[in-house]
């Protein structure tokens, strides 16, 4: 009797040990830019301040973990895969990087900052999933709206939408497929921005 109990305690332990050898380290994906860009040096920059505020998101994209859904929109996160920050912050990371380089404004700061500025850039994510299809497709869903400081009113908003494909059947190719989504979509923001200020009068200068 005792010999039997030993063997089943050994086997639990076996088990166990077996059981914590196999656990699985999480990877971790970012957002990130193509190559090394420093600031560009434009004369014709617009000469305002701009501060870039919160992005806000659903509690579901407030996680590190990478988020699935099926057509029929049922959802889940992958276990051992995660994003470096959540998703808001990244593409907040990746905005601010893209109007410093791109050398329009004369200034691009946080809104951590002390500094006063023009005008306040912010968002809202909608989407930023993976759904499965043929093919499998990367969702990103997000929307910019910019205030005036000064008259404290909303004088221009875009919303960016678009399904990007992925090459690929891993998560990397997920992170891939997502990342050029979320470049094109800033693209457009930017660009929508610029095309603004390059159609208004210069502001009087904020006070610093």
């Not at 410093?100 to 809104?111: D, F, H, K, Q, W």
């Not at 002390?114 to 929307?143: K, Q, T």
Request: hydrophobic residues 40%; proline residues 6%.
């Amino acid at each position: 009797m005792k010999s039997t109990l030993l063997i089943s305690v050994a086997l639990l332990c076996l088990e166990l040990l077996a059981g914590c050898g196999a656990t699985r380290p999480d990877k971790y994906y970012q957002l990130s830019l193509p190559g090394d860009r420093g600031p560009a040096n434009d004369p014709t920059a617009y000469p305002v301040t701009l501060i870039i505020g919160p992005i806000l998101s659903p509690q579901l994209y407030q996680d590190q973990q990478i988020v699935y859904s099926s057509q029929a929109q049922a959802m889940g996160a992958y276990q051992y895969h995660r994003w470096a920050e959540p998703p808001a912050e990244m593409i907040g990371d990746v905005l601010l990087r893209e109007l410093l380089v791109s050398g329009r404004y004369r200034s691009v700061i946080s809104l951590n900052s002390r500094a006063r500025g023009d005008y306040l850039l912010r968002g809202r994510l909608y989407d930023f999933r993976e759904v499965d299809g043929s093919p499998l497709i990367a969702r990103v869903a997000f929307a910019f709206e910019l205030r005036d400081s000064k008259t404290d009113t909303i004088v221009w908003k875009q919303y960016y939408s678009h399904d990007e494909p992925v090459n690929g059947k891993d998560v990397t190719a997920v992170v891939a497929a997502m990342n050029r989504n979320v470049l094109s979509g800033l693209s457009e923001i930017t660009g929508g921005l610029a095309q603004y200020f390059a159609g208004q009068e210069p502001p009087a200068a904020s006070a610093r």
